[in-house]
C-alpha cells in the first residue's frame, strides 16, 4: 500500500527544527507540489534552492524520512520555478520512489489542514502555529485544532467463495472497488459497515472483523479495511446515484490486479482471492 515504503521509515513527531541547506522542501500551492522531473522519477526540491530566495521564513517542518527533514511552505499562489512543475495528488498514484510519493502526499494533505484553519472558526482570529505540538491555536479565544481525518471504511462482503464487487460511477478509476463510506459521527466502524453495505447494496452482513488500516491523503481519510459475511439472500439492490455496477465474483474471477501496492481495496481483494482458507 502506499504507506509501506519499508526499508524507509516515515516518523511524524513534531519538532520545531529550522531548516537547512540539505532538508527536502515540500513547496505547495493552490492544491498542487513543485516537482522536479527526471526520465521515470520525480525528486522534491531542496532548501538550499529556495534559500536565496528568502523565502524560506515560512517554511515549517512536516515529519522525516530516514532521519532527513522535510519542510513545507505555502505559496498564495503558483509561481513558475526554472527546472520545476507543478503537479497534483493524482500524479503520485504510481510514481517512483515510492517513498517520496507518499511523503508528497501526506505533505500535499497537511497543506490542505494548515490552509483550511488560517483563522478561527469561532471567532475569525487568525491562528497561530504551536511551537510545542502538530496544532494551530488562536491567540484571542485559546481554541485549538488539531490535524482531523475523515474515517471510513472500506468492505470486503463474501459470499462463501465469491466477493462482492462494485464500481464507481465517478471514481477516479475505472477499477473495480469494494464497498466503501465515510463515519457518520455517533457510529462505531462496525455501524457503519452495516450501514454502508446496507445502502450502497441492499444486504445484510454478519462476521464484521477489522483486517488493516490505511492512510489515504488524496482525499484527507483514515481507512479501516473490514471482511464480513453475507447474511441472508444475496440480491445486490445498487445504490445507483453512487454505484454503477455491484456483483458476486468467484476467486478463479478475480484477476491480479495490475499495480496493486497502492490501495488497500487492491490488497483486500488480492487477500480473499490468495487466501481462501482465512474465509
Ligand atoms: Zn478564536
Redo the contacts with the bound molecule.
Sequence with gaps: MIQDIYPHIYRNEFETTLPTAEDALCIVAAGEILVKETAETFELPTCKDFEKSGSLENAHFLFRIDGKPFFLMRLESKQAFEGYTWVNRKYFRHKKPKHLAFAAVTAMQLAGWYNANR???????P?VRDDKERMVK??????MVYPRLNPAVIIGIYNGDKLLLTQYKNGPTTNFALVAGFTEIGETFEQTVSREVNEEVGLKVKNIRYYKSQPWSFTDTLLAGFYCELDGDSTIKLEQDELKFGGWFNRKELEPIENNDLSLTNEMINYFRDNPDKF
Design positions: 483563522f478561527c472558526g469561532k471567532c475569525a482570529t491562528m488562536c491567540p484571542n479565544c485559546g481554541q
